[in-house]
């Protein structure tokens, strides 16, 4: 039992050799049918040649031997001038019996050995015009023998050619012909006929084989370089079927070469369709990579937000704990209205912390949001204000441009929310005496929000989790300070709003200077354009207008 090796046919043999098989088959069928047609067609024409001389020949023996009608047995019209050598001659009787037969022979040498020179003289027979130039005097007419009168036997005159083979004599082409109860068999030998058959039929054999033998070689030779592209077509698509799809390396395929795969012909179709599957394939294994990856981060922060939370939650519910035991037990350690107020501040701290993780579930779940148009010019110059009154050890500037409305359709009250997140990120992480600047400008498509300050920076391993839940500068889950520095929300509720209104947030830092960018779809004014009642500095050369707060 043999097993199919790839890239071969379930039959064991390759394409090419198929090919080649039928292609060879085709060949020497054609070639076969032409040269048999040739012989059958150059056979009638000699036949026919050889039929009309026949009967040209019985003709002028009938005639000869209706000059003496009361000899039934003379046969000396045969002595007349002009007869051919191997000229055969019979008189039958009524009943088809032969009276007397000869046949012309050449005079001379052992012509008078009558079983041997006729068979001598028939082989000579084959050429008509050697007898021609022979003439009378060169041939002379000699009887058969019984065996050569018995192969002449049954023959009718019906006036119907008839071949039959004489002993000694060889293959004739034999007519009778019945004129006024005379009957005479004439023959004539068909050596010529049967040597020009044989001569044709090895010329066409020799040439057919020779042809045959060229024609399969060139054949061979460009069926093997026609199919070389398939080949390498067959040797990819094995290589790309071996190759493990789980080993973690999408690039590794195997692609047909860029010569196969050009714009024409069936194999290069094929390449290109190949090296487009294996292109799908390796893009399909790099995404199922990725979307792994995906999952594994989304499962570790799932786990970390987890943790944090829940070490979020736990640090003021264990300070309540600890202070409603106090009291419980009448310690006197504590004063009731410093462990009250402690009470307070920690149950606060931990509604707020409860209250942003819900507006960041709400705001990844999708919920609607309240639609109406904002100014975001107004609503960033209200949070300036109030972060001017909350931290005035930093210098607060706003810079707003004169010319177009910054007008975008969303919730008010979330995209203040945004603005004072960045804000309170921008206070709480800079030292005293940074400058904050918020800016408000315009593109065609989106309305921008800015906020710069020139601090000491995000640390480059923070910037791409900077939006992400819980992360902090300082990674610990016992900071200094106690409740000091935000629980790591406020970035991730920025970025969440803004993805909420269809926008995006970027950041960008380096020690000095840090700039979150928030971009917003922009909606444009239908009336005209209200004046907001600012006072601005005017600028020239397109530059924006600034002011302190």
Known sequence: ????????????????????????????????????????????????????????????????????????????????????????????????????????????????????????????????????????????????????????????????????????????????????????????????????????????????????????????VVVRRRLRPLRRVAAAADAISRAPLDNGRPTGLTRVPEQETGPAGETARIGAALNRLVDRAAAAHAERLRAEERVRRSDERMRRFLADASHELRTPLAAIVGYAELMSHGSGRVAPELAWRRVTAESARMTGLVEELLLLARLDEGRSLESAEVDLADLVAEAVRAARAAGDGHLWRLELHPDTPALVVGDATRLGQMVARLLANARGHTPVGTTVVASVGTTPAHCVVRVRDDGPGIPPDLLPVVFEPFTRADPSRTRAG????????????????????????????????????????????????????????????????????
């Open 1 to 220: 039992m043999t097993r199919d090796t790839p890239g071969t046919p379930p039959s064991g043999r390759s394409l090419g050799t198929r090919l080649l098989v039928v292609v060879i088959a085709a060949l020497v069928f054609l070639t076969t049918v032409s040269a048999g047609a040739t012989a059958v067609a150059q056979r009638a024409r000699l036949l026919g040649d050889l039929d009309d001389r026949l009967t040209a020949a019985a003709e002028r023996g009938v005639a000869g031997a209706a000059r003496h009608p009361e000899r039934a047995g003379d046969l000396s019209f045969l002595g007349d001038g002009g007869r051919p050598e191997g000229l055969l001659a019979a008189r039958l009787d009524t009943d088809g019996t032969i009276l007397t037969a000869a046949v012309t022979a050449r005079t001379g040498g052992d012509a008078s050995d009558g079983d041997t020179d006729p068979a001598g003289a028939a082989g000579e027979a084959g050429r008509p015009g050697e007898a021609a130039e022979t003439g009378a005097a060169g041939v002379a007419p000699r009887d058969l023998t019984g065996v050569q009168r018995a192969a002449l036997r049954g023959i009718a005159a019906d006036g119907s050619p008839h071949t039959r083979t004489v002993p000694g004599l060889g293959t004739y082409r034999l007519l009778a012909l019945d004129a006024a109860g005379i009957r005479v068999l004439t023959g004539l030998p068909m050596d010529d006929v049967l040597a020009t058959l044989r001569d044709l039929v090895t010329a066409e054999v020799v040439i057919a084989g020779t042809g045959l033998t060229v024609a399969c070689g060139a054949c061979a």
């Open 482 to 549: 106690g409740a000091a520095g935000g629980s790591g929300l406020g970035l991730a509720i920025a970025a969440a709003v803004v993805t909420a209104h269809g926008g995006r947030i970027t950041v960008e830092s380096s020690p000095g200077r840090t700039e979150f960018t928030a971009e917003l779809p922009r909606r444009r004014p239908v009336g005209p354009a209200k004046d907001p009642g600012r006072p601005v500095r005017a600028s020239s050369g397109g530059e924006v207008a600034a002011r302190a707060v």
